[in-house]
């Protein structure tokens, strides 16, 4: 059963940022846009519901799906994007070099694959 602290988002095996590591990467990261004068984009991601699901389906219901998000997000990402958990199993995706239009559709596209996602 998937421990959203262990997935990983890259093949590397490298596992997620954490909430303090993430918010150490998210003041680098922004100050290293606001010195070279580039767009950076940042999303939060959480599943809706993800508590009464865990209830309905068990626990372990709840690291396939974060297993299965951390997989579309994999996809949705380039390697220099930022990945990691913060508190209440969500995730955050810093993107540096990224207008808001960009920003959209790769939001758009994780919404997109998310609502596919099949379960059984």
């Known amino acids: 059963m ?70 579309l997000l994999q996809g949705e990402t380039r390697a220099g994007d930022l990945l990691g958990t913060v508190v209440d199993d969500r995730l955050m995706i810093l993107i540096p070099h990224t207008m808001p239009a960009a920003a959209r559709a790769i939001s758009e596209r994780v919404l997109k694959g998310a609502r596919e996602m099949q379960f059984k």
């Open 2 to 71: 998937p421990n959203p602290g262990t997935l990983s988002f890259n093949p590397s095996g490298k596992p997620l940022f954490t909430d303090d590591e993430v918010r150490s990467l998210m003041q680098i990261e922004f100050d290293r846009a606001r010195r070279y004068d580039y767009p950076i984009a940042c999303l939060l991601i959480e599943v809706d519901r993800l508590v009464d699901i865990q209830t309905m389906h068990g626990y372990e219901a709840r690291g396939i799906i974060l297993q299965a998000l951390v997989e």
